[in-house]
């Protein structure tokens, strides 16, 4: 079979891989054989993450007529990533194992990226099949391409690069001479298609060329999101983007995230490099699902933007500037939190300019960064390039980081206060609940465009039940809108350590399994990067994951054991609560005061005592 390419939308990576097989097939004829199935499939997108090309190949015969390498193993199969880089030999350095390429006047690190387009790929092919069955991801081969550049052109290229670098006179045994092998041959996948564990070269390609459809709920949001309608208040902030740090304050749901797309998508538009930086990788997925949907709608949008956590960003930025060696040495302190802390250091005590590729940066949940944190997104892009989503009563650490410095410039400070998230009436009831609780400040106010809402409150104290009533919640409801997929419902569920022992997220496999129902399990890390594939995938995910997520419907699993589990263990700087308080109030600490705000929480308006009410398991709602 003579190489195929897989492709969308011709565009220059279509060329690129054009460029590709007639290399190859010019130098190895005996690759159009009809056992042989090699398929380029070009610009892959992956989540957060665009491939230039990957070249699938498999040789169905027997191994004594494979294909060899010039050292004479023989070629099975083999996954492999090609960055390619039309740039001319005055815009390309190598630095010891590492290959540079210039774009204006910023020096891009093109081995960093190979890696980093390889591993995405690598967790991509982990993506389930179906519920929790997922085949393993295969080793990928890598290589950087310079179709423009002659080798000659070089004093010499680095003999121990990390990856294979090749150039204009690219041909086949160049190509396949810098192949890792292993026992004697180069084998990545299985011979047999229906194998439930490895990858065949038909399950992997059927993997990546996958067409993800979006649901009726889905089409709603992307509209919403790529509007460029903006009213008269709104447009002054919008046209003085760059000139002054923008500040989008709200409570929880009034659509402070949905905001920051919409303005990433705006800059993307006048074609700038936007970077939106969040904690939730399950919030990530979500926002990268809508964005390839959007992606395919609006060809206008280049670059699109990129997502990540704050803590892989500033890992992503420590290792361009310091290298690889130097991200090695960091890792070997045991310490998550530590190991940020020696990065935030040495990036600001870097005396050069910090290069990176960015021209805003957008910050999601800004009021749980710390300030070494903030002062690095200012050094990097300048406070007048970032935007921040600042929640007013959301902040989950010790400390709410400021922002709002004197002695930078100021965009705007812009509150929200409509209820984007949840419909009017759910809105309303959650207003009642703040007042009844005494939140005399909670200002957050319904949406008028969005009429209804409902509340499902459910008493049921065996867990194994709850989560089938929960499943039977969103069943019943998907058979009255007919429009609504598994895929838009959201299932919340806590911890085993938040609920005492009890795995919920076990509880939830048997229950869909016994039903052959699919799903999203973002409990799981490997679910939890990629986005849902299939409109029947139901999402599943922790509390502690779930910041930003929603749901046409969504269940809450366990909510009471949730609740106490954060009352058993607030996240605050008790000493230094103490001698505030002693302070500035007078008030006087109890040894008990947790104990007895559990107590007032759980107890019954019609009485007069205080009593603990049984476990509310099942909380939904849309």
């Not at 519920?131 to 391409?145: E, M, P, Y």
């Not at 399990?521 to 029947?536: A, H, I, K, Q, S």
């Not at 263990?569 to 007895?596: H, M, V, Y």
């Amino acid at each position: 079979m003579t190489l195929r390419i897989l492709s969308g939308t011709p565009n220059r990576e279509t060329r690129n891989a054009e460029l590709l097989r007639d290399a190859l097939i010019a130098s190895e004829p005996r690759l159009d054989h009809p056992d042989i199935t090699a398929d380029i499939l070009c610009s892959l997108s992956l989540p957060g993450r665009e491939i230039d090309l990957v070249l699938l190949y498999h040789d169905a015969r027997d191994e004594r007529l494979h294909l060899k390498t010039p050292e004479g193993t023989p070629i099975h199969s083999f996954v492999l990533v090609i960055e390619v880089k039309q740039h001319s030999p005055d815009l390309i350095r190598f630095e010891g194992p590492r290959v540079l390429v210039r774009y204006d006047q910023l020096w891009s690190d093109a081995t960093y990226q190979c890696d980093e387009q390889t591993w995405a790929l690598k967790r991509y092919q982990k993506s389930t099949y179906k519920g929790k069955n997922r085949r393993q991801s295969t080793f990928v081969q890598r290589a950087i391409w310079f179709p423009r550049a002659q080798e000659s052109a070089f004093d010499g290229i680095p003999a121990k690069s990390s990856v294979p670098v090749h150039f204009a006179d690219l041909n086949w045994n160049g190509l396949v001479d810098g192949f890792v092998t292993n026992r004697g041959s180069v084998r990545t996948l299985v011979d047999h298609f229906d194998h439930p564990t490895h990858h065949s070269i038909e399950t992997l390609r059927a993997l990546l060329t996958h067409k993800v459809s979006p649901t009726r709920l889905d089409l709603r949001r992307v509209n919403a999101l790529t509007q460029t309608r903006f009213d008269a208040d709104k447009t002054a902030y919008i046209q003085n983007l760059g000139n002054g740090l923008l500040i989008l304050r709200g409570r929880g749901g009034t659509g402070k995230t949905f905001a920051l797309v919409q303005v990433a998508l705006h800059l993307a538009r006048q074609g700038k490099r936007t970077m939106m930086l969040t904690y939730n990788h399950g919030l990530i997925a979500d926002i990268n699902r809508a964005l390839r949907f959007i992606e395919k709608k609006d060809l206008t949008l280049n670059p699109l933007p990129k997502l990540k956590t704050r803590y892989a960003f500033v890992q992503d930025i420590f290792t361009q500037t310091f290298g690889m060696a130097a991200e090695e040495a960091v890792k070997t302190i045991p310490d998550i939190g530590a190991r940020e802390e020696r990065r935030l250091f040495d990036l600001m005590n870097y005396e050069n300019p910090i290069e990176h590729e960015y021209d805003f940066v957008l910050v999601d949940e800004g009021q749980d960064w710390e300030e070494k944190q903030r002062d690095l997104m200012f050094r990097l892009v300048g406070p007048e390039h970032v935007v921040v989503a600042d929640g007013v009563d959301q902040f989950v650490g010790q400390d709410r980081c400021n922002w709002d410095q004197g002695d930078i410039p100021i965009n705007r400070r812009h509150g929200l206060r409509a209820s984007r998230r949840t419909k009017a009436a759910t809105c309303q009831t959650v207003a009642e609940i703040a007042r009844e609780l005494g939140l005399s400040d909670w200002d957050l106010v319904p949406d008028p465009d969005t009429h209804g809402g409902r509340f499902t409150v459910m008493i049921e104290p065996d867990a194994r039940r709850a989560v089938e009533r929960g499943l039977d919640i969103l069943e019943n409801d998907q058979r009255q809108e007919s429009t609504i997929k598994a895929v838009d419902n959201l299932i919340c569920l806590p911890s085993a350590k938040m609920a005492k022992g009890i795995n919920f997220a076990a509880l939830f496999d048997e229950a869909t399994e016994v039903n052959a129902r699919d799903s999203w399990r973002g409990f799981e890390e490997e679910d939890r990067r990629t986005y849902p594939l299939r409109d029947g995938q139901l999402r599943a995910i922790q509390y502690s994951s779930c910041r930003g997520m929603e749901g046409w419907t969504t269940v809450c699993l366990g909510l009471d054991a949730f609740f106490d589990f954060q009352l058993r263990n607030p996240r605050i700087d008790a000493a230094g609560l103490e001698t505030s308080l002693r302070a500035k109030e007078g008030i006087f600490w109890q040894s008990k005061f947790d104990e007895k705000i559990a107590c007032v929480f759980r107890s019954d308006p019609a009485s007069d005592s205080e009593s603990i009410r049984p476990p509310i398991p099942i909380l939904s709602g849309h």
